[in-house]
RNA sequence: GCACCCAUCGUCUAGCCCGGCCUAGGACACUGCCUUUUCACGGCGGCGACUGGGGUUCGAAUCCCCAUGGGUGUACCA
């Protein structure tokens, strides 16, 4: 039997991380197992689901490299993929229920229920329905429904305990009794959650759910449901739910919780994915920094954590910078120049000088934005403040070296040239060193002093001869 | 309230199923040293945890029970 799994998320507002996570664990498990991995819409809240959600969740996903093999752009053939396209399936579906005594119709009105309900918990019950409807006559219903008595169906939830083996939870017991005769078609025809979820990954052939542990819960009135059916239920892998710090559910108000927003922060997609991979998951091999993407059967069900997560996104930076180390250095360059306003100079520069740019920065950043900011060492004319290098400045040789590499680059400027060669640079530490005898923190520093002003930074034989003449020019005469 | 789930460094986690190899390992963050005559990178260290209490056992982070804490769910939301 072919594993197929799916996500299926609702549309109703852009992809949030936890979604992403889920959706990635069901494509490396359809991956490992070779087996498909569906996209399946939810879109039965009609109040609250909006296409363009489903497009940007559809576009995020396709950012992070999670591509499914079945879906409502893509097809396939246990379509359609998109709930309010399946209702003419959960009505036949609920009608076979009927049929079998499973479930029936319910005329309560929403204001007895409640009274109901009010009632069983002053006088602490469970707050079940009380099963008026339940034996209610074929005739009485069908006048009712001809006389056009609104209607919902309600499932006839059976008096045993539950159980079922879940890949992180174990043996989970859902005791009997936990819930009363709920309803699965809305009185608008529209499919409640539980119900049409059982309908679709019934019929879909899902083999194994692996969602969020927020549903667990759920997992009762779907497993009532299966039986029902007469369908073997699907393997289940709760995953751990991801919390803010305050170790409540993630949610918007833990600040950035949308793929998109990570997308617009410049995240990698592969380093987003590896990070929230970690979050419940470990690596059979304790990596840490790694593509998910090509874990192949290396993901497993058997390594998740029972624990929820504290999204925190400090350890994400550090990833981030990982998989930037990792790029071909003309792939760093393209991304890089993106985040450089366009009047820099950087840009005027040739492609050999840029490639040598990103090579010196390229190990001090975790993000592509940090780069442009190590470029005022090339640039700036700006001088220190700092301690260190005003004690650099007042030493006595320093005017010396000053004076010499003034002459120096004049002879350059003169020549024509727009930048000096590590050659020169050679050559200049060499004299200084030679002919001014000045060595140790003095030449350096010395040097560093005149040279850029600054106390610390880059090793000078890399920066200077990419420092535009000019500049170099600029900052002798301060 | 009721039901279910969970509990190892500040954070992510390994170990737990199949008790001894755990004076509890790794990573992020923080921090010290070394290297680079600076900074960064890197290397080597440091800090830092088995929620508490009972039991079972020669032996418990690992098994059992209770307590505590936290979470999720309890809808004609998903």
Redesign the pocket.
Known sequence: MTVRVRF???P?GYLHIGGARTAMYNQLFAKAMGGKYILRI?D??TE?SERKYEESQIEDLKWLGITHDEGPDVGGEYGPYRQSERLHIYKTWAEKLIDKGHAYHCF???EE?TAK?ELAEKE?R??HYDGKCRNLTVEEVTSKLASGE?A?VRFHAQRKAYVFNDYV??R????EG?VGD??IM???G?P???YAVVVDDASMKITHVIRA??????TLRQLMLYEAFSETPPEFAHV??L?GE????LSKRHGATSVTLYKEMNYLPNALLNYLC?????HPN?L?VFNPLELGTLFNLD????????Y?V??L??INGQHIKALPIETILTEVEKTIPSTHQFHKMDHEWKIACVTIFK??INFFQDFASHLDVLFTTEVSTSA?YLEAKSWETTPKIREYLEGEINIAIVAGKKFVTVEDYNIWSEHVKGELKI???Q???GM?SVLTHQ??????KFIIPLTPIEILEKRIHL
């Open positions: 299926a998320p609702s109703t939810e039965t809240d609250r309560c009105s929403e229920l309900k602490k469970a707050p609104e919902v939870r174990g989970v017991v859902f005791p936990m709920f309803v809305r009185a608008n529209i409640v959650y539980n542990e927020e549903h667990l819960p759920n751990s739910l919390i305050d170790r409540q559910k970690l979050l419940g998951w470990s304790e840490d390594r998740f954590t029972k624990a929820a997560a504290i925190d400090k350890k930076d550090f190990d001090q260190d060595k140790g923190k030449l350096f520093m560093r106390a610390h930074g880059p090793e000078l």
